[in-house]
RNA sequence: GGAAGCAUAGCUCAGCUGGGAUGAGCGCUCGCCUGACUAGCGGGAGGCCAAGGGUUCGAGCCCCUUUGCUUCCACCA
């Protein structure tokens, strides 16, 4: 039985429909199949805060092309899926939700907090999923994870207490980034830098004299762009070699409101140039500073609590915000005469990628993994070529991060998250380590511990997701079989957070890369570039998208028109070109499924073949080749882009109407069967090569067309139950066809000149005329005459004739000038000579540029000697091509004149 | 301060290992309801491939310099 197909594609209805049968068919799912070899990829896990954006959007169709192309190919695919808890988005967007509620984090308590938090998960953490299935995306939901499940929770205590044990990872006071808003420390990578317009302070400490009292004379001037932060001053540096201050060394200042005498230490970090080359040393306060503190063994002395106000140590600033605390301790320096001048000053200030408070570095106790050995195999993984990134400029990038990394701060002063596997005694304050609570502290004996209030980065999970999801730590067959993934697709804005921590945790734990290929791709932006945000209100949503114009056309846009690794501009043209492709395709299965219909399609032979059959087929054999290549070396775009041209161009624009003569105009049974099944067994290939892309679109005209297949004739398609599963087209040895390749694209140039004549001489296209083709070569008189049929709808003729000489043709007929051939056409009484003359002048000008060229490079002795011999070859052929058209042209000239 | 990317048709971008830019979409323009498709068909205009130098028989593509834009990293107080 066949369906009726609708005059325009609307994939509403169609989509959900596949998606479930798909589901229900279970085509997603993997398992375990030694006898084929296995396809990995592991999603980037969504947080569960999300909605789709345009950036998943990209991501996952870039991973279900791969996914589906490899399916096809027989490999044994998982695409893993999953999603990331991510605790401290999470847990802001919780906390901002109960203080809506009137209810404060803190009141409320860890305990119905963390009640709050799989609340939350549970309501959001499906909504991206669900998203995620609108789009297409085949990944394997049977095997679903979350970074928060007793798996994942499992992985990450077992990684946390091997790393530990073997001294990878420490606790220990040190610098960090400090949220005042959020109240947690944060990595170095969740600081971005933002510049902002401040004010450089220049501040003067009195030297201390040799009575051992502040000089009222001699000062030590410094600027500083955070005033307050003098209350934490232990000390004063200049440059051990600037002969300004050579004099001070040895010396103190006292430091003024707090009257602490600091030393005037000496440190190669000091900058002569800049400023006055005197700069404060806030050991407490300043990374810098701190690294300066060290070699000089200053105290630290913190002065700021939590929430960014001045603690105890800041004397009568005690309890002042810091900007408060910034006012008061400059409006004091002033009145005490401290003061030298304020300027405006832009610099960067470090700021929180969350809630985009300003930092504040402050000296903690916090959790630290040791990176210095543990990035050794990530390194030489990427060097050695074990792991490719591409576009490969990135590992420039990613070089750049492995030769400055500093220890990764790993634990936040969150709840939502996985709770440090550390447990204190509450006598003796042992810390232990392990994977459950002690019974009792192994150095004392005493039976209560505390764990450790702390949660883990929420990197720290989604390091180990390539193998956490597959079992890890326990050695499963599905840990075995399908790890090391084959690819991971992810935006290069992660690579820091994400892709390097992966691939180190994958060395480290299995002792193996955690993937062969990272395939990054760039942002995607609204129309006039810039980045979708949702201050600027720019975003689109992809929902939205597939509401109106279908998953398929959103896919194709993802993807089309763009270059790997680089950023993107959506905007809604493109994605109506998209669906017109989209329409396009439709439109042509259903042309071809009316002509097929009640028809017996057989396959003919080669020899039943016309020379257009073979035309397109040779053409589509050479598509499969090249769009495999590029596929498999990861060159989507390039890929489908080739599809589209030939499925446009080549297979609707010219094919299906070269045919449309055999199938409504002739009795010729033998070539309309022909014809039929070249026009089927190309639309089934092309189906297949675009499917990847445009899983629905396919899927719906494959089973349609197995559907009125299976009602009349023979079929090629019974038993095939979805497009998703059926074999990858293989480039044939017998589909070449070389030569029919050559006639075909002869009459194609003669049809397009033939129309160009006609358009240029405003010839009405209801008006046919007689076409003669004169030529002395038989080869291309006989590929007219089989291919008279098409030629004479495409070109308007009345009628075409053969002849080899220009006999009985009318003196003032319209040439056409084809490398072999000169086609004559006589249009009678409309004929201006003079104009006619002047057209074939201008395309004499062409051919003489194109022989000058040629010449050029033939004539030239080193060409000759150092060009290989298929670029020389090709050059000579076409020199006698331009130079037979050429002596044509010049022959009509002449007897035109 | 260090690094990377981009600069090709009016606009947005392709151009895969160096071999006439018959580049794509949109836009523009002229003509078509040609029995799949007006979400369409046919024709056309429009590019010294940012500038300058070099390598090569040959450069949009490789190297160097310059200019402009974007981004990443560092964070000099």
Redesign the pocket.
Known sequence: MSRELA????PKGIEDRLYEKWLEKKYFHAEVDHSRTPFTIVIPPPNITGQLHMGHAMDNTMQDILIRFKRMQGYNVLWQPGTDHASIATEVKITEKLKEEGIDKHELGREKFLERAWAWKKEYGGRIISQLKKMGSSCDWDRERFTMDEGCNRAVTDAFVKMHEKGYIYKGARIINWCPVCNTSIS??EV??EEQAGHLWHIKYPVIGEDGKPSETEFLT?????PETMLGDTAVAIHPEDERYAHLIGKSVLLPIVNRVIPVVTDT???????T?V??ITPAH???DFEVGKRHDLPIVNIMNDNATINAGGGRFEGMDRYEARKAIVDELAKQGLLVKIEDYS??VGTHDRCKTTVEPLVKEQWFVKMDELIQPAVEAVKKGEIKLIPQ?ME??YF??TD?IRDWCISRQLWWGHRIPAYYCDKCGEVTVAGEMPEKCPKCGHEHLTQDPDTLDTWFSSALWPFETLGWPEQTEDLKYFYPTDVLVTGY?IV?FWVIRMIFSGYEHMGEKPFKTVLFHGLVRDGQ?RKMSKSLGNGIDPLEVIDQYGADALRLTMIT???PG??M?FYY??V??S??F???VW??S??IM?NMEGKEVTEPGAARLQPADKWILSRLNTLIREVTD?ME?F?L??AV?KVY?FI?DEF??WY??MV?PRL??SDDTVSQNAALWTLKTVLIDALKLLHPYMPFITEEIYCTLRDMEGASGESTLAGEESIMISAWPKYREDRAFGKEEKDIEIIKEAV?GI??IR??M?V???RKAAVYVVSGDDGILSAFTEGKLFFASLAYASDVMMQKDKAGIAQDAVSVVIPGATLYIPFAELVDIAQEVERLKKEKKRLEG?LA?VNG?LS?E??LS???ES?IAEEKE?LTKYTRMMEQVETRLEQLK
């Not at 005059?7 to 609307?10: A, R, V």
């Open positions: 005059k325009t594609y609307d170095d990578a971005i830098y410094f600027a500083t762009t955070r970090y000091v900058d002569r140039e800049f400023g080359g700069v404060k300043d990374p810098n610099h960067n400029r420039k990038t750049n991060w400055n804005d820091f570039g028109g763009n270059a680089n950023d501009r043209e493109r109506e070109n669906r017109n989209a329409n396009k439109n042509a259903r042309f009316m590029n070396s060159e775009g390039i882009q041209d446009w609707c624009d299906i109407e449309k409504y105009d397009r129309r160009n358009n240029e405003n009405a296209p209801s194109e060229r490079m030239n080193r060409f150092k060009a290989p670029k076409k």
